[in-house]
Structure formats: C-alpha cells, structure tokens
C-alpha cells in the first residue's frame, strides 16, 4: 500500500492522548486530527474513508457533526463512527453515526466497526 493509496481516516477528538492512541493504533492509515469546525471542509477536500468522532466537543458537538455530515450531499455517504465517552448510542445512530463504540473502547470491537466501515465504502 503507498503513502498515496492509504485511506484517510479524520479524528474529531479533544483529548490529545486519546487522538494519539487512535493514530498509533490505526497506523496503516492516513490519520487526520481535525477541529469540530473544520470537519466538513476537510472531508469535501480529503474524501476521507471514515470520520471518527467523539460526542462531547467544543463548538458543535458530535450529534450535531453527524447531522451536518448527512445533510451534505458531497459527505454524506462517509461512514460516521462516534467514539465517546457518553453513552449515547441510539442518539449518536439517530443523528446519523453508522456505528457507536463507548470508550475506554476494547479494542477488538472497535477494530471490528472500523473493518466493517471501510468495508462499507
């Protein structure tokens, strides 16, 4: 796989370590942290595989991210996985998530929803 060819995965994730982790753990990806604000545009320029979001952000929060994201036609196609620490799954898949993975996550399950994810796409 080349640099070029990796998919791109966007992290909304306000704890540093816990934006560190994922990039270490999803390392055969191109992983991209970027701001609550920022989500959409980068996704219309990088197509991005996969956005990983957490619910709890500063700006707009993780539910109103995933609503944003199905409502523009240009992303809204991109598999949504929320990663919170807030339990609110059927919230998060109402607003739009196609999957919900509550942290501390185990890691075989959210490995498991990541795989069926870009499987999706």
Do not use: H, Q, W, Y
């Amino acid at each position: 796989m080349t640099m070029a060819s990796r998919p791109v995965v966007l992290v909304v994730e306000p704890n540093p370590l816990m934006a560190e982790l994922l990039r270490t753990m999803l390392r055969p990806l191109e992983v991209r942290t970027v701001d609550p604000e920022d989500v959409v545009r980068t996704a219309r320029r990088r197509r991005p595989a996969l956005i990983i979001s957490e619910l709890l952000l500063r700006g707009p929060d993780g539910l109103e991210l995933c609503r944003t994201l199905r409502e523009d036609e240009r992303v809204a196609d991109t598999p949504v996985l929320v990663l919170s620490v807030l339990d609110a799954r059927e919230e998060a898949l109402e607003a739009g998530a196609d999957a919900f993975v509550l942290k501390p996550p185990e890691r075989r399950r959210l490995f498991g929803e990541i795989r069926r994810l870009l499987d999706m796409g």
